[in-house]
């Protein structure tokens, strides 16, 4: 059974910073690309950042880049996402998304997790 759970969501204020993890089990990490989404109450949910399966590309949304990092370690299973410089428009809640298999692009996704509430204050 597959598993993709987030963590490191919170309440931070306006120009401060979060990392975001996502360890998933159940697949093969390595073979997966992976990558975060986000919703924002009212909205539809977007495409944040993508990295593939082997780490050598990425993908940033055009809000987000300069400011967000994405990345992976194979030997545990986990994705990173580093959110420097955040805005009040960042507030949203973080999905973390797998796609398989030896996929450079993360949509559309094989597996979601819960998500994460990510609120960023004034």
């Known amino acids: 059974q597959v598993q993709v759970v987030e963590s490191g969501g919170g309440l931070v204020q306006a120009g401060g910073s979060l990392r975001l993890s996502c360890t998933a089990s159940?697949?093969?990490?390595?073979?997966?690309?992976m990558g975060w989404f986000r919703q924002a109450p009212g909205k539809e949910r977007e495409g944040v950042s993508c990295i593939s399966w082997s780490g050598g590309s990425t993908y940033y949304a055009d809000s987000v880049k300069g400011r967000f990092t994405i990345s992976r370690d194979n030997a545990k299973n986990t994705l990173y996402l580093q959110m420097n410089s955040l805005k009040l428009e960042d507030t949203a809640m973080y999905y973390c998304?797998?796609?398989?298999?030896?996929?450079?692009?993360?949509?559309?996704?094989?597996?979601w997790g819960q998500g994460t509430q990510v609120t960023v204050s004034s």
């Open positions: 159940g697949l093969t990490f390595d073979t997966y690309a």
């Open positions: 998304a797998a796609r398989g298999t030896f996929q450079l692009t993360c949509e559309p996704p094989s597996f």
